[in-house]
């Protein structure tokens, strides 16, 4: 009768070693991994606020001249109006007139820049916006020329995709031999 007495707490510790104990560690353990994963994201959320803070304060120190440079370099929307009326008013300070206006869409569902393949998905994935615009200017070719040299240097972003030109006056030879047609494919940019 001693012998089953122990034995029967011993059968008992084990068993509740097995159902109770055991599972309940294998918890805790699980508790201190995520504990560890949640203390790692929170140190985390603290560094990206400190970045944020900085970010802020930087952004706060660039001054009102220079925040509108940079929204007319790179706006946040798509103007076409505005973009349109840049464009025209850069042409007439040169003497040229603009006509013939088209904005593309770009239906394709990839496009070849420069032999490497982009596909619309990629786009999406892109923070900017491509706007693609096609116009006629005539005038002469010096205008065309400072036109060009302009629209290099002006503020607002723009890549010449394609230039085709040719002379308006095909038919009248007698007329001023200086005056062409110039057919600009051009991009500009815009935030998401």
Known sequence: MRAIFPTILIIISVLAF???????YENITVLKNDISV???????????QEVKDSLVSSYKSIS????????KLLPDEVNNIKFVLE??????DYN????????ESIESSSESKNGVSISKSDEENLSYGKF????TISGSY???AL?????????????????????SNKNNKLADSDNYEYILKVETYWLK
């Open 142 to 144: 010096e205008s065309f």
């Open 18 to 24: 097995i159902f109770f104990i055991k599972p309940e």
């Open 87 to 92: 464009i025209e008013n850069l042409a007439s």
């Open 96 to 103: 040229l007139s603009v006509k013939n206006v088209n904005f």
């Open 147 to 167: 036109f060009i040299k302009e629209l290099e240097t002006n503020l607002r972003l723009v890549d010449v995709e394609e230039v085709t030109f040719s002379s």
């Open 132 to 135: 693609p615009i096609e116009f």
């Open 38 to 48: 949640y203390e790692g994201y929170i140190n985390d959320s603290t560094t990206l």
């Open 64 to 71: 009102q001249e220079n925040k509108e440079k940079l929204n």
